[in-house]
């Protein structure tokens, strides 16, 4: 990360022995990126739902897990440390499963809801034991988990530990970005209304696994082999949802596996090194896709609620 990087710490949160975990954020760069897809096409989706669900009689509680999603997205994307922006990936999360479900008054809404929170904690439940395991392995001083500790402590921790520290963190960006096994949560997820799909699979939580490693690219370039694990997952996922897309029918379906298939290009991206692309083609990702999806609702909305594409 070139550049100059703003940081601000606003109080002291977990002090506990060597522990010192600060509530502090750090916009540098790839922060600064982060920041303008979530509030750029987050704005686009809020004015756009706003006529979209104007008939809804829940029209309160929609706008406010939408900003709560926005709010706990900005918090992972901000963090200046790897605990608070596990606070905003466990946001997104509960945010997900809230808007996914949120016509939960239908059985098949409410489930995909749970099915996209119970297979984010099984990614989660990876991402904590990397995330144990890394403090496990950090030398005295680097105990604050901030990302600039972290990348000076992290030549110091032996090369078989951050390969498996790297896989276990993999593991949890697998289940938030829909990579292969964890892919099947998200073409479920689009049982929310339209401008969740856009919100959820275009500018906000599904970019979180591809953040997490170019924040964390210097662990991973000690890793090869996680890197080469990282890559291959993700060229597998962007061939074989894609290869799914084609046979789909609804029209929403049909976007979810293509956006499981892009974010595997973005995987395959920093798996071989290439960070910057990766996140280059996250922001470029999220504006076509998140024209996508509202251009759909357009379309449903003009088909009175039909979604079958072989009806239109």
């Not at 479900?101 to 809404?109: I, L, P, Q, S, Y």
């Not at 076509?288 to 239109?312: A, C, P, T, Y």
Request: charged fraction near 10%; charge should be neutral; proline fraction near 4%.
């Amino acid at each position: 990360s070139t550049g100059v990087a703003l940081e601000q710490t606003l109080w002291p949160w977990i002090h506990v022995g060597a522990l010192q975990v600060d509530v502090a954020f750090r916009v540098d760069a790839l922060s600064a990126t982060m920041i303008m897809i979530v509030t750029g096409v987050g704005f686009l989706i809020h004015v756009y739902s706003v006529g979209y669900m104007h008939d809804e009689p829940s029209f309160a509680r929609y706008f406010t897990y939408l900003n709560l999603f926005t709010v706990a997205m900005l918090l992972l994307v901000m963090g200046d440390n790897l605990l608070l922006l596990f606070v905003g990936w466990e946001g997104v999360g509960v945010c997900s499963y809230l808007l996914i479900g949120f016509w939960f008054d239908k059985e098949a809404n409410a489930s995909a809801g749970k099915k996209a929170f119970v297979v984010n904690r099984v990614g989660d439940m990876a991402f904590l034991i990397g995330l144990f395991l890394l403090y496990w392995n950090l030398g005295p001083g680097a105990h604050s988990l901030s990302f600039t500790d972290l990348a000076a402590a992290a030549p110091r921790i032996p090369a078989g530990t951050v390969a498996i520290i790297t896989l276990l963190l993999f593991i949890g960006a697998t289940g938030k970005s829909a990579q292969l096994p964890l892919y099947v949560w998200l073409p479920d997820a689009m049982a929310g209304p339209t401008p969740v799909s856009a919100l959820i699979t275009a500018a906000t939580m599904v970019n979180a696994g591809d953040y997490m490693i170019a924040r964390l690219s210097y662990l991973y370039v000690l890793a090869p082999p996680t890197m080469a694990i990282v890559a291959t997952v993700g060229a597998l996922t962007a061939l074989f949802a894609a290869s799914i897309g084609l046979a789909q029918n609804d029209i929403k379906k049909v976007l979810a596996y293509s956006t499981v298939s892009q974010l595997g290009y973005m995987f395959l991206a920093v798996g071989t090194g290439a960070f910057s692309a990766g996140i280059f083609h996250l922001m470029t990702h999220a504006f076509f896709k998140g024209l996508l999806f509202l251009g759909s609702g357009s379309v449903i909305h003009g088909m009175s609620g039909e979604q079958d594409m072989r009806k239109m």
